[in-house]
């Protein structure tokens, strides 16, 4: 065998491992959610029944937390996307030596552990302003951490950013609001919503922190470990392949307008050539 047969082998067996690594969870998972077993398992298969998407529907306290979910994440997206672009703004214009301690400050929520912006975050609201918990602190806690990961998409962006671009429209008179609102903003739309789909995950799956601050509001994924300790059905499969089968939805539709959108602006370039 020549070295370069081998070393497609060797590649090829390393993508095939890698992608079962990740999908083969899922598949389990998902083949479990049409097994009639009272347990979410695929062994012993006890036949095929749609009946856990019933009880899915009929779980009002799961569709309660799911939509606590998604007010959360909504908050997450309004308070982490635009701190992470002021913060993102202010490192790209600024020049001196506190740069790099601010960028390491601005990041240094990441490498904090969940449990401990959870437990910080409590505490200081409850000593200063008596709130003890609910959607207002879980939003806060979790766009202290959220925000340094919008920061950094920004952040790359702006590192292609032509600043020449904001001079020529100064020069001409436009004010920085009209510079910001008609070339910077414009320029970083695709990190904006990048980073605001990015917020939404990181918010939806969120456990450690959200713990600590909810209150007596009950996170999606509080309600699941919950029913994990307390009896887990396979109505909760069925849940994540509902999820699952959205993702690729929308990553299909992303990427379908993606393309048309470069088709689009490869035939503007070609007509005006």
Same mark, same amino acid.
């Given at each position: ?68 979910? %998604?007010? @959360?994440? =909504?908050?997450?997206?309004?308070? *982490?996307?635009?701190?992470? $672009?002021?913060? /993102?703004?202010? +490192?790209? !214009? ?42 207002? %602190?879980? @939003?806060? =806690?979790?766009?202290?951490?959220? *925000?340094?990961?919008?920061? $950094?998409?920004? /952040?790359?962006? +702006?590192? !292609? ?113």
């Amino acid at each position: 065998m020549s070295a370069d047969r081998f070393r497609r082998a060797v590649t090829g067996a390393y993508l095939v491992l890698f992608f079962a690594y990740l999908f083969l969870p899922l598949a389990v998972m998902a083949a479990a959610t049409f097994n009639s077993s009272r347990f979410p398992t695929v062994t012993p298969w006890m036949g095929f029944t749609l009946g856990w998407f019933q009880a899915l529907w009929q779980d009002d306290r799961m569709w309660s937390a799911l939509g606590t979910s %998604l007010l @959360v994440g =909504a908050g997450v997206i309004l308070v *982490a996307v635009p701190l992470g $672009l002021a913060a /993102a703004l202010l +490192l790209d !214009r600024l020049h001196s030596r506190a740069k790099t301690f601010l960028y390491a400050l601005m990041v240094s929520p990441l490498l904090t552990p969940g449990v401990i912006v959870g437990i910080s975050t409590l505490v200081f609201w409850r000593e200063w302003f008596g709130v003890t918990g609910g959607l207002f %602190l879980t @939003v806060v =806690a979790q766009s202290s951490f959220i *925000a340094a990961y919008a920061m $950094l998409m920004f /952040a790359a962006r +702006l590192e !292609r950013f032509d600043p020449a671009l904001e001079e020529a429209a100064l020069d001409l008179g436009a004010t920085h609001g009209q510079v910001f609102r008609r070339i910077t903003l414009p320029y970083l739309s695709p990190a904006i919503l990048s980073a605001a789909l990015l917020a939404f995950l990181q918010s939806f799956e969120n456990y450690n922190t959200t713990l600590f601050v909810r209150g007596l509001d009950t996170t999606l994924t509080i309600y699941i470990a919950t029913k994990v300790r307390t009896g887990l059905t396979p109505a909760v499969n069925a849940l994540s392949l509902v999820l699952i089968v959205l993702t690729v939805l929308g990553a299909v539709v992303y990427e379908i307008l993606r393309r048309r959108d470069e088709r689009r602006q490869a035939g503007s370039a070609a007509a005006t050539v």
